[in-house]
């Protein structure tokens, strides 16, 4: 019998495997920005150190990862993966369900992200979920798109 996916905290060991999913996840968007965008570079090191990391295994292995924390009045999604051969198995809904579940959990009443502009796909996505438009902003020279969903 399949087991069904499980999400935990990432741990030191599981960098180099949330490495290569934010490399493989993020190239095809490289020729559309012109350069690596920030997720696919970030300091995993930092963030799994930091506790702000969660991995989901499925078939006994990491799929995807999330890094996510609390704000004063938001819980931010930063950066959010899905292995592209496990990509369309409802395994970034399940992190995002998790974010939910941790906005609940801490008494927060929204979730927020931000994704770059020429990441069309995403947008649609997170649409798709709940999340609406809040603003557009260029930093460091990225062209961003801010979204929010405030949780029922």
């Known amino acids: 019998m399949k087991r069904p996916p499980s999400i935990r905290k990432a741990e030191p060991a599981d960098v180099p495997q949330i490495r290569a999913i934010a490399r493989a ?4 968007y490289v020729p559309r920005i012109g350069q690596e965008p920030v997720p696919m570079v970030a300091d995993f090191d930092l963030y799994v150190g930091r506790g702000d990391t969660v991995v989901i295994v499925a078939d006994g292995a990491i799929r995807g990862f999330m890094i ?11 950066n959010l993966a899905v292995d ?3 990509q369309g198995q409802g395994l970034g809904r399940k992190l995002i369900d998790h974010a939910i579940y941790e906005a609940r959990r801490l008494g927060l009443p929204a979730l927020r992200l931000y994704t770059n502009a020429a990441m069309t796909e995403n947008q649609a996505l997170y649409r798709h979920v709940g999340f609406v438009e809040t603003h557009r902003a260029v930093e460091y020279g990225f062209n961003r798109v801010y979204m929010r969903w405030d949780l029922p």
Request: aromatic share 16%; hydrophobic share 40%.
């Open 25 to 28: 996840a993020y190239a095809k």
């Open 68 to 78: 996510a924390w609390p704000e004063t009045e938001t819980y931010l999604i930063d």
């Open 84 to 86: 592209p051969t496990a």
